[in-house]
Structure formats: C-alpha cells, structure tokens
C-alpha cells in the first residue's frame, strides 16, 4: 500500500505528469552510461577515506554497485512505484545504520547525472558537437549547483533539528532523572519526539519496575517488623513466666527444706 506521503510526493514533484516516452528516453541512455557512471563514483568514493571504510573489499563494492544499477534501472522501467519506494527507503535505512552522511549521497549522484546528462544531450559521436557538449556542461553546472544547494540547505536543517531534539531530550528526561534521583517514583518521562518513543518507555517501564520492587520490599520490611515484635512479646511473656516458676520453685524448695528440718527435729 503506498505510503500518502509518497503520493504527496510525486504530486508535488508532479511525476504523475512525466510522459513515459521520457522514462524510456532515460532508460536508454542509462543502459549506455549507467556502468560507467557507477564505476567512476566507486573509484571516488575508494579514494576518499571518510567513504571507503564503509566497504570492507572490492566484492562488497561490486554488490553495492550491482544494487544501485538494478535501484535505477528499476525505476525508469517500471516507473515510481510502491517497489521503488521501498528500495529507496532501504537504501536511507542502509546509510542511517552505518553512519554515512547525507552529503557524500547526495554529492555522489553529482558524477552519476553529469554521465547521464552527456548521455542523453551528446551521445555518441554527438558528445564532440560543440554546442551539444555545452548544453551538457551548463545542465551539468546546474544540476550540480542544485544539488549543493540542497545539501547545504538540509545540513541546516538537520542541525537546527537535532540540536531542538537534543534539548527536548535534556529538558523532558533530565527532569525525569533528576525527580528520580530525589527519590520520586511516581515521575514519568513524557512527550519526547517520536524519535525517542522507545526511550521513553524503556524510561517509564524502569521506573514502575522499581517502584514494583521497592514495594516488595516495603512489605517485606513490614512483615520482618510484625514478626520482630511478635517474637519479642512471646520472649517477654516467656521470660515472665520463667520468673514465676522460678519463684515458685524458690518457695517449693522452701517449704521442703522446713519440712526436712521439722522432720529431722521429731526425729530426734
């Protein structure tokens, strides 16, 4: 089912409007130039060290670049559909999970469209016509600057973003913490960005926890008082008792040894 913010997104972009002729125009140029154009952006991203830690070897590349081909050749066959959108959302996922900036993506596509543009503009033995390698170079110019424009434009952003995210964050749960850290269990993290909705439950879910555990205790404690005073009553009661046999004892042994000496007397 696609995702309406997808349909969104192709309206805007007005996709739904692109004559088809054109696709297979791009496709065509694309199964000209396409490897070219992917293995002039490999050989770049081995050469600059932020990027090529990301492949651990040339067969890793190789498969990364069979994916892209396969991404694009997709796409301009079977147009922006529901398969597109959950490739290109893979491939987001791919990057986010690595660690691999928006910049390096985006700057890449750069060296991919500059070979795509002479292909379709000036190919074959048209790309040594003057005017037509112009008009490849000024589309190229264009696309690039406008690339970089938006890599620039959405670097603000994220920053901007993160840092309100951040002190959401800080805000939110650090005053969770620090209630908690006074010793109240009753606190609660709450209206963090959806980003942090799983920490946010890992937070609440480790305080009732222990709320849950402490209470255990509390009874527990409760239990080991009633039982204390119970065996301290029984031991006081215990200890009269012990007192008033004694006594009594003490009488017995008393009224015996009068007895014995009553007895000794009318003996004699």
């Known amino acids: 089912m696609t995702d309406p913010k997808f349909s969104e997104q192709i309206a805007f972009y007005e996709l ?3 004559d088809r002729a054109a696709f297979s125009g791009v496709l065509r140029a694309l199964n000209r130039r396409v490897d070219t154009a992917l293995d002039r952006f490999y050989a770049k991203i081995a050469g600059v060290p932020a990027l090529g830690h990301f492949f651990s070897g040339k067969a890793h590349m190789d498969r990364a670049k ?3 081909r396969a991404h ?3 796409v301009f066959t079977h147009g922006v559909n529901d398969e597109y959108y959950k490739r290109a959302m893979n491939i987001g996922n791919v990057h986010a999970r690595i660690g691999l900036e928006p910049r390096w993506y985006i700057g890449g596509y750069t060296m991919i469209l500059e070979e795509m543009i ?3 503009v000036a190919p074959g033995l048209t790309r040594w016509l003057p005017w037509r390698r112009s008009l490849a170079r000024q589309l190229t110019a264009l696309v690039k600057v406008s690339l970089l424009d938006i890599d620039i434009g ?3 952003y994220f920053v901007d973003t993160e840092e309100k995210m951040r002190s959401v964050v800080r805000d939110q749960l650090g005053g969770a913490l620090a209630a908690l850290a006074r010793g109240d269990l009753t606190v609660e993290a709450r209206n963090l960005p959806a980003e942090y909705a799983s920490v946010e439950q890992d937070f609440n879910a480790a305080v009732r926890s222990l709320r849950h555990t402490l209470g255990k205790v509390v009874d527990g404690v409760d239990t080991i008082s009633t039982g204390s005073s119970e065996i301290r009553s029984a031991c006081e009661d215990l200890s009269a ?3 008033q046999q004694a ?5 017995t042994v008393a009224s015996i040894s009068e007895v014995t000496a009553k007895v000794q007397s009318t003996a004699q």
């Open 72 to 74: 694009w050749i997709g």
């Open 241 to 243: 008792r012990t007192e």
């Open 154 to 156: 959405l670097s603000g």
């Open 118 to 120: 002479y292909a379709i």
């Open 247 to 251: 006594a009594s004892l003490e009488r």
């Open 16 to 18: 739904d409007r692109t």
């Open 66 to 68: 069979s994916a892209q």
